[in-house]
DNA sequence: CCACGATCCTGCTAGC
DNA sequence: TGCTAGCAGGATCGTG
């Protein structure tokens, strides 16, 4: 899926395009197991009529505010992409669901893999509920070194693994963590608890500058993903490890090296990211 | 608490 | 050329 830089780039973008607009209706639904609180019509009963209030974003979610407290919450997992488009406009290959707007716009939910979701919230603190489980959002003024230090100091997993659990920290998926290791210096697989200060502090300062760089850059593009307006993320070339496994790394000319942590590639440079413990 | 595997899907690609 | 195994940006659930 898109990490959190991708999402955070479509949310931008929707939100200069959806708010205001009524909503017609939920249409061209193909595939109906990505819709996990409602059924589909009774989620086109509820939501039609209502107005797009804002577009925001929790972790890897992106949530559209409608009138009366009602709160449709989007997953696009590996290969979702929405794309905000005229109804009139060229069909999208693997469109699994519409929302229609009054003025003939749409909202498209285009999905190769059919993993995307679909929740829907009556009130806020059912939202809350929702995302109870999350941990923070790194690029918050809330998530302080210390703070995370603390959520260090509670675990002593393998540190990759950790950097993917999004009940400890929201936003990484693969490619963003693998990229956060290598500038940390750090082996994906030292443990958690065995990092002492400085390491730390390396981490964190590495995790905010992975993603705001990324943001900078509209996101990654590997295959499918696109933003809100169908355009390609611009940070692909500014990768240092992932997918590069037996290229060169750009720092120490060592070869990149790709191991599995928990099923998920894993790339790294074994010189600038040494396993000590 | 943690690790690991299976699962949900489709398409692309590397390798034979 | 054609087939197939393996892999892909994520998360959840069950088992050990």
Redesign the pocket.
Known sequence: ???LP?VETTVQQLRQVLPGRVIKGLVQVEWP?MFKTHQPQDLNRLIKGEQVLDVSRR??FIILGLTNNKYVVF?R???GNLFFRDLSSPPDK?TRFVITFNDDTCLRFVD????GRVFFFLKESNLATFFS?LGPEPLLSNFTFDSFSQILN?????LK?FL?N?QFI?G????YANEVLFKSQLHPNRK?NSLDETERERLYTAIRQILEVAIENK???????MDGGGQK?RNTELLNV??RNNQECKICNSIITKIL?????TYFCPTCQPMIN
């Open positions: 899926m898109p990490e991708e197991k972790a890897k997953h997992m590996m290969s693997y190769l893999r059919k993993f489980k509670t675990r002593n997993g393998i693994s993917l999004q929201v990484l998926g693969n490619i958690v996101g990654t593009t590997l295959s499918s993903y993320g992932h997918l942590i928990n099923q998920r590639s």
